[in-house]
């Protein structure tokens, strides 16, 4: 290592000795020329002053240069902050404007579905009155009914309530009557629908009833020619209580039905000769003696003002007639206050 350095050092000083050897320079002045002698050292420490001064001057200049690209950057990227932050101002403006926008359309959205529940609950109001009068006025009407209903089972001598209370019979498939309204609890909890539920199921019961009453004639001509009640009997003269009326009539007229029913009796019964009777359900009870012929028998369901025998004279009889009876749970009422309903 020494050996190459010494080679080097050697080398470099035989640079030196060719590069920088003393000079001698004559310089004139005032009329004397002077020998001036520049020594190797002396210009070798000139020389290095020169390269550091020139590489110093490069260094500055590439900084100023490069000192000024970088001021023309930041001013470029000033400029564009600016564009950007302008840009942002106006989309914040265009976003505020449109959610102004949003905000009026909504409120006007609001206002108009908030009319929209307005006139829907007065229309509901309005129609709950109507609804309300309604209600009222069909109240007044089936009450009403129930007073004009009550008032002709009440002319037959019977009680309206306690028959709506009693439960009827079967009846024949081919009657028009209605079988009683089964009592429903109502849904509704307003008192003036419940009272017309009320109301209506009564009025039902009622008119079922009612088309269960025997208030036809079983003769198309209605000729009364002994009562209902006490009389003096056509064949001893003795006072007895006539438990029907008689109707008369020419021989094999028709007899008819005076309610919806079921035969329970078609027969022979002593002194009545040739009897048909009759259950009208409720208690009810139809029957038709002195009969010449039947046409029913036990079991036979009956509807309204059906053929089931015709006129005669069997039985303890005068003369061709019909000893026609109403009765109650076995108790004779008069016929004729359930004819003149129908009459």
Not at 120 to 125: E, F, I, K
Not at 140 to 169: M, N, Y
Not at 212 to 221: R, V
Not at 243 to 264: E, K, S
Request: no cysteine; hydrophobic share 45%; glycine share 8%.
């Amino acid at each position: 290592m020494n050996v190459v350095a010494l080679k080097l050092w050697a080398r470099a000083s035989g640079l030196i000795d060719h590069w920088f050897h003393e000079r001698i320079f004559l310089v004139r002045g005032r009329d004397k020329v002077r020998a001036l002698t520049v020594t190797k050292r002396e210009q070798l420490v000139a020389a290095i002053m020169v390269s550091g001064f020139v590489v110093w001057s490069a260094g500055a200049t590439l900084t100023a240069a490069l000192s000024g690209d970088g001021l023309m950057r930041a001013a470029h990227a000033q400029t564009a902050l600016g564009h950007a932050v302008q840009h942002a101002k106006a989309e914040l403006a265009l976003v505020q404007a449109r959610s102004q926008a949003m905000i009026a359309e909504l409120q006007a959205e609001a206002a108009q579905a908030q009319a929209q529940r307005n006139d829907a609950v007065a229309a509901a109001n309005a129609e709950v009155a109507a609804d309300h009068a309604q209600v009222e006025d069909l109240t007044r009407q089936v009450e009403s009914s129930i007073g004009s209903v009550q008032s002709i089972i009440k002319s037959t001598g019977l009680d309206p309530s306690h028959l709506v209370a009693s439960v009827p019979e079967p009846v024949p498939n081919n009657q028009t009557a209605s079988v009683p309204a089964t009592s429903v609890a109502p849904i509704d909890t307003d008192p003036s629908r419940t009272q017309l539920l009320n109301d209506v199921g009564r009025l039902q019961s009622l008119n079922a009833v009612l088309q269960h009453l025997p208030i036809t004639a079983p003769l198309s001509n209605v000729d009364i020619s002994s009562p209902f009640g006490y009389r003096a009997s056509p064949f001893t003269g003795a006072r007895e209580f006539h438990v029907g009326i008689d109707l008369r009539d020419p021989m094999n007229t028709p007899v008819y039905a005076t309610a919806p029913g079921v035969v329970i009796f078609a027969g022979v019964e002593d002194g009545y000769g040739e009897l048909i009777e009759i259950d009208h359900g409720y208690g009810l009870t139809t029957r038709y003696s002195h009969l010449n012929k039947i046409l029913v028998k036990v079991g036979t369901k009956v509807g309204l003002h059906q053929e089931i025998g015709l006129l005669g004279n069997t039985g303890w009889s005068t003369g061709p007639h019909l000893l026609y009876e109403t009765r109650y749970d076995g108790v004779p009422l008069n016929p004729l206050q359930f004819i003149k309903v129908y009459h």
